[in-house]
């Protein structure tokens, strides 16, 4: 069967230093991934969204980059971290566009 | 663009009634259909999908949502409500853009169950 990791799952960080979230997809190939925001009561927010390696999307612009070095590895990061940034940030893949996506448990992300 | 209003940010119900929760999507083509789960500090998990069979979708935990197109809604129910039902749900729809798709989702209705 198909997982999802995401880690860390919480995370504390300054203003101004860099951010790296790692999820990654077994049991499966060449799935969708995907990277969200949900911040308190707006629901979820579409940062990015891969249909392959080296294949990055951005829906909002913003301080944040994702990156896909291998087939079933996802990658967000900053390079100068904004108070704005705080917010659980939520991974998931899909086999295809129209099918469920799968969520991994999210990293809760707070700057200081 | 498409759409999706979850109406009540917030439903409060006694554990054995029936849950409500309401979901109407804006579409220009023949949607797909979600209703997601959220408990607190974890991800979304998926409790059923409509995608053009079946109007009535039965999903997991004793859920179901109906598909009416001339209401253009979804609503989610379950005939009696438990403790363990007490989380966050969301209303998703897909979006076509040329070949590819993406979910838009509704801003999410916190279910209350009191004992």
């Known amino acids: 069967s198909q997982t999802i990791h995401q880690w860390p799952a919480t995370l504390v960080q300054p203003v101004g230093s860099p951010l790296s979230l790692e999820c990654t997809v077994e049991?499966?190939?060449?799935?969708?991934l995907y990277w969200y925001r949900q911040a308190a009561g707006r629901g979820l927010q579409l940062l990015f969204y891969?249909?392959?390696?080296?294949?990055i999307s951005s829906e909002v612009p913003q301080n944040l980059s994702a990156s896909r070095p291998q087939d079933r590895q996802f990658i967000l990061s900053s390079k100068k971290l904004l108070l704005s940034d705080s917010g659980f940030y939520l991974c998931?893949?899909?086999?295809?566009?129209?099918?469920?996506?799968?969520f991994g448990d999210g990293t809760r992300l707070s700057i200081l | 663009a498409q759409s999706v209003t979850q109406l009540g940010s917030h439903v409060s119900v006694s554990e054995g009634a029936l849950v409500l929760l309401r979901c109407n999507y804006s579409?220009?083509?023949?949607?797909?259909l979600f209703w997601y789960v959220q408990y607190p500090n974890q991800g979304l998990q998926l409790l059923l999908k409509y995608t053009s069979a079946a109007t009535l979708v039965k999903g997991i935990n004793g859920f179901e949502a109906e598909f009416k197109k001339s209401e253009t809604s979804f609503h989610l129910t379950k005939p009696s409500a438990h403790m363990s039902d007490a989380a966050e749900y969301f209303c998703?729809?897909?979006?076509?853009?040329?070949?590819?798709?993406?979910?838009?989702f509704g801003k999410g209705t916190l279910l209350t169950v009191n004992p």
């Open positions: 049991g499966t190939s060449n799935p969708n």
């Open positions: 998931a893949w899909s086999a295809a566009f129209n099918q469920p996506q799968h």
């Open positions: 998703a729809v897909s979006q076509s853009r040329g070949s590819n798709y993406k979910l838009t």
């Open positions: 891969s249909v392959g390696i080296g294949q």
């Open positions: 579409s220009s083509v023949p949607p797909y």
